[in-house]
């Protein structure tokens, strides 16, 4: 149990077009899903929290209007990278949160890995 | 700030046993997690602590202390797949669910 799944696994685009990212949790409802950017060699840096049914909060530095981040139900939430620039290129990690215990666990997706060219 | 220390890199050999110390504060702990993560992968749960003492799954075993605001995650036997990132993550009252997560421990298995 505790999937999680998360497509693309890896995008790579021109400057300036927009990638969709779909983190969906397969066999549990998830209130609240994370996104991570992690660069090589370095920790996870935690994006934004995504709440279902209400917009999501973003961490500090963290571009609103250029991450767009949509939880539409209690399994799915996409992310989008608006007018993608070279320095956007990173993994991409989403997690769910599972309500049953333990409680307030991540499963992670198996994240995406985007390059703009 | 809620800073979670652990070290960056250990090396240890093939069937060998090592422990990978985290620390983190104390006040409104609620829960510590540790998750592998290989490289160019996303991480995978391991385990949770909210009690005191140690939890043991299979190989790998996880204790904490929560008034010294300590925990390890202990591996045995361990295997060359064994080679990865290990993360700590705590969980903080009032804190909308996030993980405060530590740098990684990058433990590195030699034969």
């Known amino acids: 149990g505790a999937v999680v799944s998360q497509h693309p696994s890896r995008v790579i685009c021109k400057s300036g077009t927009s990638v969709k990212i779909e983190c969906r949790s397969l066999?549990?409802?998830?209130?609240?899903m994370f996104w991570y950017r992690q660069f090589p060699k370095q920790s996870l840096m935690l994006m934004a929290t995504?709440?279902?049914?209400?917009?999501?909060?973003?961490e500090q530095g963290v571009e609103k209007d250029k991450f767009l981040i949509n939880h539409a139900s209690l399994t799915l939430s996409t992310l989008t990278v608006t007018s993608a620039h070279p320095e956007d290129s990173s993994f991409y990690i989403c997690?769910?949160?599972?309500?049953?215990?333990?409680?307030?666990?991540?499963?992670f997706g198996p994240g995406t890995r985007l390059t703009v060219l | 700030g809620q800073n979670i220390d652990q070290p960056t890199e250990m090396t240890a050999t093939e069937g060998a046993i090592v422990q990978i110390n985290c620390t983190y504060q104390?006040?409104?702990?609620?829960?510590l997690f540790w998750y592998q993560q290989h490289a160019g992968e996303a991480p995978t749960f391991l385990s949770y602590?909210?009690l005191d003492g140690l939890e043991e799954k299979g190989r790998f075993s996880s204790f904490l202390s929560r008034s010294k605001g300590y925990s390890y995650l202990l591996l045995k036997e361990l295997q060359m797949k064994d080679s990865a990132s290990y993360l700590c993550?705590?969980?903080?009252?009032?804190?909308?669910?996030?993980?405060?997560w530590g740098a990684g421990t990058k433990l590195i298995i030699k034969p």
């Open positions: 995504s709440n279902e049914g209400s917009k999501a909060t973003y």
């Open positions: 997690s769910a949160r599972t309500s049953s215990y333990p409680t307030d666990t991540q499963y």
């Open positions: 602590n909210v």
């Open positions: 066999d549990f409802q998830a209130t609240t």
């Open positions: 104390t006040s409104g702990f609620n829960g």
């Open positions: 993550a705590v969980r903080y009252m009032d804190s909308n669910y996030q993980l405060i």
